[in-house]
């Protein structure tokens, strides 16, 4: 067994066509960005899948906990005014 | 936490999956719900990665460019997969250093057809046909599992799967219209592959362990038995299309259950293989702890190069 270091983990993006933002599709392990630019090419975008890609190291993506869910995302819920349906409207005006 | 408290957590999460929510991986999950996710997801990659085995070994004695090409592809693809279960089971917070020891070592299992020799390139046709087929009907349902990232993995398996089983068909199509010859090869190697590929599908559901828990998680949808005969269902007509025989002498078609009635499987040869003694067991370990061995100082010299780059790019900076 060696003593080096493991490959990191990065976490791989792909835009499928211009137009579209870039969508997390999976991760990798890759020693550095280059090599992740590349195996992410030959992993997730080997029938088209994909016209660029992004790839970052996973340890530099903070993600919120879902324990918090409730304080981070509840308060949204009474908010129905940010909604249009929130407000009134006679029906002789079609669009708005 | 109490115990009262992890019940109550227990409860949520079942009623959760109950109502076809999925779980990601930072949410709060029982310990067995992880554990035997980490089980089936390695045990899946595992299969693809041992599975490249038998087929590589065909590669270079391809027929033709075209057969080939195709071959190299799905190769590749099962690379892939492999790739992307592990990454879905890294997501529990197991490493993919563990994952390999696991299988390395023998502690982790892998589907026990890969043990079976690919002897006739007639075996590339058999493989993709029956193994693959047997596959496809095993994941599609693992789309809509509970484990998100799981679940994600299966729907771009599945879709990058079908072509495998076109291409194997398509190869018994050839041989099976070709001389005499190469029919009884295509033949011989329906004979060989059509009860692993049944067994394939697991234990019968009386003797599987795992059935009822894994049906609850929504990490089987289909009982083992229910998936073996829509297997041999759909098989069967297209083995008759191509002028096959499948070698099972019990076949009949059951006018009113609208099914396939078959032969008695020899489940000691399952149990065996599973085991480690079936015919290819120890090369195929041996194949892949090689390979992992051997290839561990381009990685180590991979990381050696990317380290000096980054010396190098904040030296600059300073």
């Known amino acids: 067994m060696s003593n080096k270091k493991n490959w990191p983990l990065w976490e791989v993006f792909v835009r499928s066509k211009n137009g579209l933002e870039h969508r997390h599709c999976g991760s990798l392990h890759a020693a550095d960005e280059e090599m992740a630019l590349e195996n992410a090419r030959d992993v997730y975008t080997r029938r088209s899948e994909g016209v660029s890609i992004w790839v970052v190291e996973s340890k530099h993506i903070t ?8 304080e981070l995302f509840e308060p949204a819920q009474d ?12 029906d002789e005006v079609k669009h708005m | ?17 109950a109502r076809d929510e999925k779980i990601e991986p930072k949410d709060w999950m029982p310990e067995k719900y992880r554990k035997t996710h980490i089980r089936q997801m390695s045990q899946h990659a595992h299969s693809e990665i041992v599975g490249m085995l038998p087929e590589g070994n065909w590669i270079t004695r391809a027929p033709s460019l075209r057969r080939k090409v195709a071959l ?26 563990e994952l390999y020891e696991q299988l390395h070592s023998g502690k982790a299992k892998y589907s ?28 599609v349902p693992l789309c809509n599992t509970s484990y998100g990232p799981y679940a994600r993995a299966m729907v771009r398996v599945c879709k990058e799967e079908s072509f495998h089983q076109r291409q194997g068909y398509e190869i018994m199509i050839k041989l099976a219209n070709g001389t005499a010859e190469q029919k009884e ?20 559901d009386a003797e599987s362990i795992h059935t009822e828990q894994s049906m609850k998680w929504k990490l ?14 759909q098989t ?7 002028g096959l025989t499948i070698p099972d002498p019990d076949l009949k078609w059951n006018e009113e259950k609208g099914v396939y009635d078959f032969g008695e499987i020899n489940w000691d040869e399952f149990w065996q293989v599973v085991k480690g003694h079936g015919p290819m067991n120890k090369e195929r370990m041996k194949a892949r702890v090689d390979a992992w061995e051997e290839g561990q100082w381009v990685r180590d010299a991979a990381m050696a190069y990317a380290e000096k780059k980054q010396e190098r790019k904040e030296k600059r900076v300073v």
């Not at chain 2, 279960?85 to 250093?97: D, I, K, N």
Request: glycine share 6%.
């Open chain 1, 63 to 70: 993600a919120s906990n879902p324990e918090h869910n409730g």
């Open chain 1, 79 to 90: 908010k129905v005014y940010r909604h249009p349906t929130f407000y009134d409207l006679p």
């Open chain 2, 1 to 17: 936490m109490s115990e009262e408290q992890i019940k109550n957590l227990e409860a949520q999460f079942e009623a959760r999956i």
């Open chain 2, 72 to 97: 190299l592809a799905k190769v590749q693809d099962e690379a892939g997969h492999g790739l992307y279960l592990y990454s879905a089971c890294e997501t529990l917070g197991v490493s993919r250093e």
């Open chain 2, 112 to 139: 026990s057809i890969f043990n079976y020799p690919t002897v006739t390139w007639a075996d590339m046709g058999a493989i993709g046909w029956l193994v693959d087929g047997a596959a496809i009907i095993n994941q």
């Open chain 2, 185 to 204: 090869m295509a033949q011989d190697a329906l004979n060989r592959w059509w009860w692993p590929s049944l067994m394939m599908l697991g234990p019968t």
């Open chain 2, 220 to 233: 089987k949808r289909k009982s083992n038995d229910d998936l073996r005969q829509q297997f041999i269902d």
């Open chain 2, 236 to 242: 069967v007509p297209q083995a008759e299309l191509i």
